[in-house]
């Protein structure tokens, strides 16, 4: 069974300061990383994707990835109260011509202006 | 405007019924997904197909059915339904073959509640 696992929060941080979130996944075959953001009652939306070792940055959100230890972490920079919501870390498994995509099961984020 | 629609919104039914819920792509995406997400159990791929006839298991598929006849639609459906299917269901497309996940669109979502 293939397992991603997030801290379930919520994290709280200040405004303006920098939020981390993390997510272990226990597939090491895993090929591809991605970190959806989600508000209440709403649809999950694509926020990073990352597939190599090392970091991704993109505006304030910059993506951490460490296949060795199976580790891949998100981190929000001069967080804003927009940013709260629940953030999910979602793995790809590929193989045989399938595609299966497995998701932690979030961890809430609350900014406090 | 390109999007995920998924229909109904809402539902509410009794054990037994039969229901469909559909979903349909104006992108042209290959690749198609359904999910569904609980408190508690965050969301969980049901089933997902890479193309027209073709569809896969995911992690829960039992007691639901989809099929892929057009590429533009790939429908849910719940020959039986049982209170446990009461969740919270999502449709998602995405455009690239060679990663489908890059681009991946959801659906507003389906809120079922199975009495």
């Known amino acids: 069974q293939k397992e991603v696992e997030q801290n379930s929060g919520p994290l709280s941080v200040p405004e303006g300061a920098i939020a981390s979130l993390n997510c272990t996944y226990s597939?090491?075959?895993?090929?591809?990383f991605f970190w959806y953001r989600q508000y209440s009652g709403k649809s999950p939306e694509l926020i990073m994707s990352?597939?190599?070792?090392g970091d991704k940055e993109d505006g304030r959100f910059t993506a951490q990835l460490n296949k060795a230890s199976q580790y891949v972490s998100l981190l929000i920079r001069d967080s804003q109260p927009s940013d709260s919501a629940t953030y999910l870390c979602?793995?790809?498994?590929?193989?045989?011509?399938?595609?299966?995509?497995?998701f932690g099961k979030g961890t809430k984020l609350s900014v406090i202006p | 405007e390109a999007q995920v629609t998924q229909n109904p919104r809402y539902l509410i039914t009794v054990t037994g019924k039969k229901l469909t819920v559909t979903c349909s792509q104006n992108m042209n995406h290959e690749y198609m997904s359904w999910y569904r997400q609980d408190p508690g159990l965050g969301l969980r791929q049901i089933y997902y197909s890479m193309n027209v006839e073709v569809t896969d298991k995911g992690d829960v598929p039992e007691g639901y059915k989809v099929s892929r006849k057009e590429k533009r639609n790939f429908p849910l459906i719940l020959e039986s339904p049982s209170p446990n299917q009461t969740s919270l269901y999502f449709c998602a497309s995405s455009l690239v073959p060679g990663n489908p996940f890059l681009e991946q669109y959801f659906g507003p979502g389906t809120r079922l509640t199975v009495t």
């Open positions: 990352i597939y190599s070792n």
């Open positions: 597939d090491r075959g895993s090929q591809s």
């Open positions: 979602a793995v790809v498994n590929s193989g045989a011509g399938s595609y299966q995509l497995t």
